[in-house]
């Protein structure tokens, strides 16, 4: 089971995917509220995992897997994204992330991702 980083700066969504990856087995390290917060928690926790929000104040999702991924090129990245966000999502896809979840999320198809990309 992986640890892993919740990077979101929506509450409602943080408490739904810690509850869904909690109940799959998973051990939620830090939760960040941006993406700022979630690059300096990435350095200090080193979690197996980061859900990362596309959409957040400060610094957004694409500029933390930037930054995340010069940190530590192996790192494990699922982006969270909502409708209509494809360019957002070519552009992660660019910059090295792993896989994607959309909002509403489900809790056996996060489930299934996650664990294709921790393997
Ligand atoms: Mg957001």
């Known amino acids: 089971m992986a640890k892993i980083l919740i990077v979101d700066d929506s509450r409602t969504s943080r ?32 979690p197996d995992l980061v ?17 995340i991924k010069a940190e530590s090129s192996d790192a494990k990245v699922v982006m969270v994204t909502a409708a209509g966000q494809k360019s957002k999502m070519m552009e992660a896809i660019s910059n090295g992330a792993d896989e994607f979840v959309s909002k509403p999320f489900d809790a056996d198809k996060l489930k299934s991702i996650i664990s294709k990309v921790v393997g």
């Open 15 to 46: 408490k739904i995917l810690r509850g869904m990856l909690e109940e799959a087995g998973h051990t939620i390290v830090g939760e960040a509220v941006n993406g700022e917060e979630g690059v300096a928690q990435y350095k200090s926790l080193k």
């Open 51 to 67: 859900t990362l929000d596309v959409t957040m104040p400060v610094m957004d999702g694409i500029e933390c897997l930037k930054q």
